[in-house]
Nanobody
């Protein structure tokens, strides 16, 4: 059993910053790519940023230069530093991980966190 737990969301004024964390726990053998997604009311879930096991990153055009994704492999944790926040960044932010587990054989599955609300408003 694997769990992803996000934290760090909240209410922030435009131009402010937040740092999201996502910690993976459970019967983990290894973690491959991890990513942050977001879903605003009435919109589809979209990729915000992704990081591979060796640290390669990619970002949505809308957040390039403002958001930074990083990971701490020793802690099985991925972070999203969000700066210069805008009202249009308001959404529920979800963490997703591609995780290998061992149960007699190796299995690779994708796991989602429960989401954390980010609201950017004055």
């Amino acid at each position: 059993q694997v769990q992803l737990v996000e934290s760090g969301g909240g209410l922030v004024q435009p131009g402010g910053s937040l740092r999201l964390s996502c910690a993976a726990s459970g019967s983990i053998f290894s973690i491959n790519a991890m990513g942050w997604y977001r879903q605003a009311p009435g919109k589809q879930r979209e990729l915000v940023a992704q990081i591979t096991s060796v640290g390669s990153t990619n970002y949505a055009d809308s957040v390039k230069g403002r958001f930074t994704i990083s990971r701490d492999n020793a802690k099985n944790t991925v972070y999203l530093q969000m700066n210069s926040l805008k009202p249009e960044d308001t959404a529920v932010y979800y963490c997703k991980g591609s995780i290998d587990t061992y149960r007699g054989s190796y299995y690779r599955s994708e796991y989602w966190g429960q989401g954390t609300q980010v609201t950017v408003s004055s």
